[in-house]
């Protein structure tokens, strides 16, 4: 039977009782008297469900009768549409994706109905096995409840299942072979100044806004002039997309006389495009390299001659999280120290914000989403105050 992707399944009379009737999924649904009110109610509701379902083309099959396979395939469909914000991915598929893999390599075969406790068990010895930490073991077991509980709420899955596989307890440290991670410690500013050295312009501005507002890597790659409110002293940043915004909160980045110096070169330009360009970085690494020639220009090749036209990768206009790390951990290997990644900053300006200004102080700059909303005057106050001495 063909997929209606645009149209709906037409309300009907069948005409041997008089009844209205749809067909959704090849079965016929009766609706009672045709032309009646209530018929139409219950065509209403029919339709409103097989629309939630994602207008399946078949009958869903009972629950337990589909493979581990088949589960996954099904929960990818709904979170690569679900997982997303202005368009883009979260990120959340592809960190899930490795696990789905050691599910699906281990008990991709077997039933849902048959997937017991012990299966679950089996996946954290296994991650274990392959050398992953404890914490990540238990996020990643977390995440497989996730999919069956999700299974559960689309007929997919009994309840039994998700009741069976929810007693399986999570890995007690000290109590498990796996592998203990250790706190993100904050990165010592000597080590950021050798890092600086070697870093191309534009990330090295980056680098230095996100150690002076102590932001979030995030916060920093998807600034955009448009979301910057320059009118104070401080300058208010109210980033668009932010780690708690699917829970409601609202977040505040406070950019005092230090980052306004470095950022506001940045802000000349589209208020809709970000601020710092993978691009316009690279351009201005290559004009340096042209001023620093040694070579005359009646010889050897001349600027953007020596270029493929469609080359695999080309720069962008928004650093992510990964390039932005990456162009970090370059820099560290030519100048010859340990890599660190950008959220270590975070945790430097934390450290130094407490021990100056306090605890209190720390989590209104940082915007810590366990300070209560009651004195939000009030911390607004106090985080303008830390920011002019720090930032």
Request: glycine letters at 8%.
């Amino acid at each position: 039977m063909p997929k209606l992707s645009k149209s709906l399944p037409k309300y009907r009379k069948h005409r041997g009782s008089g009844q209205a009737v749809v067909t959704l999924c090849g079965r016929d649904h009766y609706l009672g008297p045709h032309g009646t009110k209530a018929s139409k109610h219950e065509y209403d509701r029919l339709i409103i469900e097989w629309l939630t379902a994602g207008r399946p083309s078949a009958q869903s099959p009972e629950p337990g009768d589909i493979t581990i396979s088949e589960l996954i395939a099904a929960y990818l469909r709904y979170a690569n549409g679900y997982y997303r914000r202005n368009g883009e991915s979260t990120g959340y598929v592809e960190r899930l994706k490795p696990t789905l893999r050691i599910l699906r390599e281990t008990y991709g075969r077997t039933f849902v109905a048959d997937f017991r406790p012990v299966a679950i068990e089996s996946l954290q010895t296994r991650m274990i096995g392959l050398g992953h930490s404890r914490m990540y073991v238990n996020q990643s077991i977390s995440k497989l409840k996730r999919i069956f509980r999700w299974g559960v709420t689309k007929e997919m899955v009994r309840i039994e299942v998700l009741q069976r596989i929810q007693t399986v307890p999570c890995l007690k440290k000290g109590r498990t072979e796996a592998r203990e991670t250790l706190p993100v410690q904050p990165v010592d500013d000597a080590i950021v100044e050798a890092t600086l050295e070697r870093l191309p312009r534009v990330v090295a501005d980056m680098v230095r806004l996100q150690r002076l507002t102590g932001g979030r890597p995030q916060d920093i790659y998807n600034l955009r002039p448009c979301e910057v409110d320059t009118s104070g002293d401080v300058w208010l940043y109210r980033p668009g997309m932010h780690k708690t915004e699917y829970r409601g909160r609202d977040r505040i980045v406070m950019i005092g006389p230090k980052a306004q110096d470095v950022l506001r070169p940045y802000l000349l330009r589209n208020k809709e495009a970000c601020c710092f360009s993978p691009r316009e970085s690279e351009t201005k690494r290559r004009q340096a390299q042209h001023e620093q020639r040694k070579t005359s220009l009646s010889c050897g090749n001349k600027p953007g001659a020596n270029r493929k036209r469609h080359p695999k990768r080309a720069a962008g206009d928004k650093y992510n999280k990964d390039s932005y790390c990456r162009a970090i951990h370059r820099a560290c290997d030519k100048a010859g120290i340990e890599k660190w990644s950008p959220n270590r900053l975070r945790h430097s300006a934390a450290t130094e914000i407490r021990q100056r200004f306090g605890l209190e102080a720390a989590q209104v700059f940082l915007g810590h989403a366990d300070v209560t909303q009651i004195y939000a005057e009030r911390d607004l106050a106090l985080a303008v105050r830390v920011a002019k001495e720090v930032g």
